[in-house]
Each structure stands twice: as C-alpha cells, then as structure tokens.
C-alpha cells in the first residue's frame, strides 16, 4: 500500500491573475500536498514574450488565498537573487502562510531572460551550479539561525549575516531540481530535504542511482530526501480526447506541437493508464509526483490526478 503525495505547479505564462488564483484555491480545496509555479521573468514554452507572473509575489497572494496546501518555486532562479535576500523571503512566507513553505532553489538555465534583463549568468552551467551550491549552504545557516561569513574566494560577500524572525518551521525545507550528476545531484546531497527530477525511467533509475553514491560519499542517508517526480498530466476517459485537451492547451500557450515533440513528461491517457506509467517510478522511490499544469488551468485533470489516480497507485 502506497501514500502517493501529489502537487500541482501551475504555469505562470499565458494566464490572468483572477484564472492562477482560482486555481490555486481549487489545488488547497482538493488536498493536494503542495502547489507550486515557475521562476521565470520570460515565458518558458512557447513565445518568450507572452504573459507570465513573478514566482515568489504569487507564493505570497496564494499563501493568503490557501488554508492547508505547502508553497515553493519550483525551483527558483539561484541568479536573480541574493542568497540572503532568498533565506529572508522564504522565511516571510513562512509566516504569512503558517508554516506552509518550501524553498525551492536551482542553477537557472534560460539564457534569454537573464541577457534582456541584465542579470548575469556567468561563463556557463557549471559555474552557475557552484554558485547555488555555496547559495544554498548559506541560505540553510540563515534559516536555522547561524551566523554567515564568506570564505575568501567565493561568489557571495556575507559578512556576520544573522536573521530574524526564524521560520515558523524548525527545519524549512529546501527543494533542488535538477539531474546533473557532478554538480546538482551532490548539493542534492549535501543539503536538500527534496529533490525534484523528470525523464524516462531508465533515465531516473541511473539518476537514483548516482545520488545514492553521492549522498554515501558526503554521510547522508538518502531516505532523508524526498525523491519528488516531474510530469504534466492531461486526463481524460481516453487517449484521444486527452491529446485534443492538450493540444488546445498548446495552442493557447503558442507553443507548437514541434516544438515539445520529443519532451516526454506530457502525459496524456485515462486514470489507469497514467497509473500503471507511474507504479515503476514508485517502485523506484519516488513517492511524490508533481504535474505541472498549462493555462487555461484543467480543473479536470485536477479532480482526477488525485481522485482517481492516485487511489489505483496507492492500492498498487
């Protein structure tokens, strides 16, 4: 018997204010174990230049909207932000939301964003993922009340960094995402209480595998890490009706079906049918999964994901 926990993430871009708030309300009403949205300033699928809100504003507006459901980015941009900047926001949402944060860190990845708004993206990916390594090393001694200085040599300059109010939590969660296996999967390792990653099961069994080697080469037990599986769901009573869902769903987002041809996260079938592709990624450790969702927001696939589907994972 399985307790599958469930998200949602709702895109950001192609939406209005009065459609993600609604969404996010339905998302707490139905149970879901969290909610999420992007960190992007440009749009991330299709046109760049659609639409598209700012992350932790809206995890702010939704913690006042919400009652029972936890709040993170998913993951959130190391490069837009000071470290010290991000511990402190976390830890006010904490607040505002009673205890219901997540902080949600990664490396950042799209370069158009950054050149058109000036922030810097350094000399490439694996210079970026030492900066959210030293970040978020920083950020976990913010928030369990230490005191940071920063060696010589690195990116950030803390000098007696101290903050209070602490979180309401004892231990607020940190989220990485991501798969790199050098650099992403040992700050995973090293300080993330839950891990997101996406992609085929053979992908994610060799994934699970590299992290379990790091995290025994850095002293960690991997059961302290919630292993949290990505994909984007459309459900409907078959599978041609679900790809009609979805497409339209595409088409209101500009993107073209090309364009996410070979992207094999979108899920679209009948309850079982995206119950039996999830069973081996349980089996494999991820007892989370998190769907994120295009606007115009499917409520249905809401309703579905977590009263039909999961009852036929959790029964096994």
């Known amino acids: 018997m399985t307790d599958l926990k469930l998200g949602i ?4 871009q192609a939406t209005d204010w009065p459609g993600a708030l609604d969404a996010a309300r339905r998302v707490d009403r139905l149970g879901y174990e969290h909610l999420w949205t992007w960190d992007h300033l440009y749009a991330i699928f299709g046109d760049p230049y659609q639409p598209i809100f700012e992350g932790w504003t809206s995890l702010a507006a939704w913690a006042m909207a919400t009652e029972r459901v936890r709040l993170g980015l998913l993951v959130g941009a190391n490069t837009f932000r000071n470290p010290g900047l991000v511990a402190k926001t976390a830890a006010t949402l904490d607040h505002l939301s009673g205890g219901r ?4 860190i990664g490396g950042a990845w799209f370069d158009l964003e950054h050149n058109a708004n000036g922030i810097e993206f350094g000399s490439g990916f694996g210079q970026r993922l030492d900066w959210m390594d030293e970040s978020v090393g920083a950020m976990r001694a913010l928030l369990e009340g230490g005191e940071v200085t920063s060696p010589e040599g690195g990116r950030y300059r803390f000098d007696h960094a101290r903050h209070s109010p602490a979180p ?8 990485s995402g991501g798969s790199g296996e050098r650099k992403t999967l040992r700050t995973v390792a090293k300080h993330a209480d839950m891990w997101n990653a996406m992609g085929s099961l053979e992908k994610m069994t060799h994934k699970v595998e590299v992290l379990r080697r790091h995290c025994e080469e850095v002293g960690r037990n991997p059961a302290e890490i919630e292993f949290t599986l990505g994909v984007k769901l459309t459900i409907r009573d078959s599978a041609d ?7 339209a769903a595409m088409a209101h987002n500009r993107t073209p079906l090309s364009e996410v041809a070979d992207d094999d996260t979108f899920w679209n079938g009948t309850p079982e049918q995206i119950a039996d592709r999830l069973r081996p990624y349980v089996e494999l450790g991820f007892r989370t999964v998190i769907s994120e969702q295009p606007a115009p927001y499917d409520i ?17």
């Open 168 to 175: 309401i939590q004892p231990h607020l969660p940190i989220m």
């Open 9 to 12: 993430l709702l895109w950001s």
């Open 101 to 104: 944060a997540i902080l949600g």
């Open 300 to 316: 249905e696939t809401f309703e579905r994901f977590i009263g039909e589907v999961k009852p036929l994972v959790d029964r096994g």
């Open 241 to 247: 009706e679900a790809d009609r869902v979805w497409k």
